[in-house]
């Protein structure tokens, strides 16, 4: 997923908070229930999108969910922010560059490990290894599955993307069909 900037200066500013209340796991955590919540929940998406329910209401539905979850105050006092400036719709890149952020500090990278099935768990902890090798550094795997990939595996760190799978090839065979039909054979001499 890429994130825009205004998510990562969000999520830069939550974090500097975080580290100086030494709070930075536990408001990744709340972070991260709470996008779950936002992702599931068409009803809340309705609220913060329809300029018919006023800030009060807004702010009345982040203040329950945020005491219903025990929600950190740095997390609600975001929400209740993002919600005045009807800038909810970013919580998710919000969510994925603090992620991002808090792994790199702490010395972890993430992957993206996206594939067509469900794979086997000796997959993933080869891969982990692997990855860890190249990178230098902790990985945490984060699984995702999308079918048109038909097979194979995208892994991304940050901006590096290795892309084996099958869609990919085909592709890639497309384009050297393409190009070699453009370009003329030699005949015989």
């Keep these: 997923m890429t994130v825009g900037i205004l998510g990562k200066r969000y999520a830069s500013a939550l974090l500097q908070l975080a580290i100086e209340s030494n709070a930075v796991e536990r408001i990744g955590r709340d972070l ?10 068409r009803e809340l998406h309705a609220v913060f999108e329809n300029p018919e329910f006023g800030i009060e209401v807004r702010r009345t539905i ?17 929400l209740l922010l993002l919600s005045d400036r009807r800038r909810m719709r970013y919580i998710l890149d919000i969510v994925d560059a603090y992620q991002t952020m808090a792994e790199e500090r702490s010395g972890r990278v993430r992957a993206d490990v996206i594939t067509a099935t469900d794979l086997p768990e000796s997959y993933f902890a080869e891969l982990e290894k692997t990855l860890q090798s190249i990178v230098g550094k902790q990985v945490r795997i984060v699984r995702k599955k999308d079918p048109e990939l038909i097979g ?23 384009d050297e069909l393409s190009n070699n039909a453009l370009t003329p054979s030699a005949g015989p001499e």
């Design 62 to 78: 982040i203040r329950d969910i945020a005491s219903q979850a025990g929600m950190n105050a740095l997390v609600k006092n975001m």
């Design 152 to 174: 194979g595996v995208v892994t991304r760190i940050g901006d590096q993307v290795f892309d084996g799978s099958i869609r990919n090839r085909l592709i890639e065979l497309k």
């Design 32 to 41: 991260s229930d709470f996008a779950a919540t936002w992702k599931q929940s």
